[in-house]
């Protein structure tokens, strides 16, 4: 079965550099997640997007913005990194519309020099 | 969200039954009890979830008290790869619809060969 796909699996990028993360839903997933794992820490919610429009905003720093594409994938812009931005990436993404449950991407894993 | 309490950590032989206990005094009558679990720096998994019924499914059983101040979650027969993180969230809603997530620190479960 598909699963959501991410991409790059790794990236490596300097301060102050900016980065793209992208993710690929599940084929008729309408919602997408994405959520930040720093070292040793829990997922932490950063924000969703349900048929292409904003749903929900946790905790993302300003530098950072998404969003979600008429084929329903969805992108992570992060600019003027920092240290701190170094972590997992995760996406996720379900069928709102029928109440299927979240899926997880293998996310990425992005490490700030 | 009401807040959920686990232990840091435990252990459990191969093939037992690894109980993991979740406390959610707070919970209120429409938050339900959701579990998932991360494998070591994967995406977290759904496992189960459930209002004041016990359930089960392939994967596990919950069992939630009359109370509903606490759940545990079992998995029936352990294997080597159950050992993750586990997380017990408490959530409104019954259906999975907007899954915005708050994962707290949850339980970090070793099987032992």
């Known amino acids: 079965a598909a699963g959501v796909i991410q991409s790059p699996r790794h990236l490596i990028k300097e301060k102050r550099e900016t980065a793209t993360l992208k993710c690929y839903p599940i084929?008729?997933?309408?919602?997408v997640y994405w959520y930040q794992q720093g070292p040793g820490q829990d997922p932490q919610f950063l924000i969703s997007?349900?048929?292409?429009?904003?749903?929900d905003k946790g905790s993302i720093p300003d530098r950072f913005s998404a969003q979600q594409f008429s084929d329903y994938h969805s992108e992570l812009n992060m600019s003027s990194l920092e240290l701190g931005d170094s972590a997992l990436y995760f996406c996720?993404?379900?069928?709102?519309?029928?109440?299927?449950?979240?899926?997880f991407g293998s996310g990425t894993q992005l490490s700030v020099l | 969200d009401a807040k959920t309490t686990q232990p840091t950590s435990m252990d459990c032989a191969e093939g037992r039954a690894a109980n993991l206990p979740c406390n959610h005094s707070?919970?209120?009558?429409?938050?339900?009890v959701y579990w998932y679990r991360q494998i070591h720096s994967q995406g977290p998994q759904y496992i189960i979830h459930?209002?004041?019924n016990n359930e089960t499914n392939e994967m596990a059983s919950l069992i939630i008290t009359e109370d509903r101040k606490s759940s545990t979650l079992i998995l029936p027969h352990a294997t080597l790869r159950d050992t993750a993180v586990y997380y017990c969230?408490?959530?409104?809603?019954?259906?999975?619809?907007?899954?915005?997530?708050?994962f707290g620190t949850g339980t970090r479960l070793t099987i032992i060969p």
């Open positions: 969230i408490v959530r409104v809603g019954s259906n999975f619809g907007n899954e915005k997530l708050t």
């Open positions: 459930g209002l004041k």
């Open positions: 996720a993404s379900n069928n709102r519309g029928v109440n299927e449950k979240l899926f």
């Open positions: 084929p008729r997933h309408d919602t």
């Open positions: 707070t919970i209120s009558g429409n938050e339900y």
């Open positions: 997007f349900y048929e292409k429009m904003q749903s």
